[in-house]
């Protein structure tokens, strides 16, 4: 069965960076993709970056285009999202999730979290202004 454990998450000011982690296990498969959602409170969960496993195509929400960067170290099974210049609105809980990969570009499904199976329990970023 699919793992997933986030961590890296906590305090930091604004214009500040944090480096989120996703430790994966248990794929059966070479194709699938890990995405970074997260939920405010009050607030619908939201896709934020996401990567494909099997040609390392990824996408990003508009909101964090250009702040946020997505990386894999495949030897170590984890994903990393590695967050700069925060916001206060992106103050949320963060959490890793994992899909089989469709046919389909990974940016036409990969940040809907209706596609995703697995997910990890969270972690919390909180942005002080």
């Known amino acids: 069965e699919v793992q997933l454990v986030e961590s890296g998450g906590g305090l930091v000011q604004a214009g500040g960076s944090l480096r989120l982690s996703c430790a994966a296990s248990g794929f059966t498969s070479d194709d699938y993709a890990i995405g970074w959602f997260r939920q405010a409170p009050g607030k619908e969960r939201e896709g934020v970056s996401c990567i494909r496993s099997s040609d390392g195509s990824t996408a990003y929400a508009d909101s964090v285009l250009g702040r946020f960067t997505i990386s894999s170290d495949n030897a170590k099974n984890t994903v990393y999202l590695h967050l700069n210049n925060l916001l206060p609105e992106d103050t949320a809980v963060y959490y890793c999730?994992?899909?089989?990969?469709?046919?389909?570009?990974?940016?036409?499904?990969?940040?809907?979290?209706?596609?995703?199976?697995?997910w990890g329990k969270g972690t919390l970023v909180t942005v002080s202004s």
């Open positions: 999730a994992a899909a089989a990969g469709l046919s389909a570009h990974l940016s036409a499904w990969g940040l809907s979290w209706s596609w995703y199976d697995y």
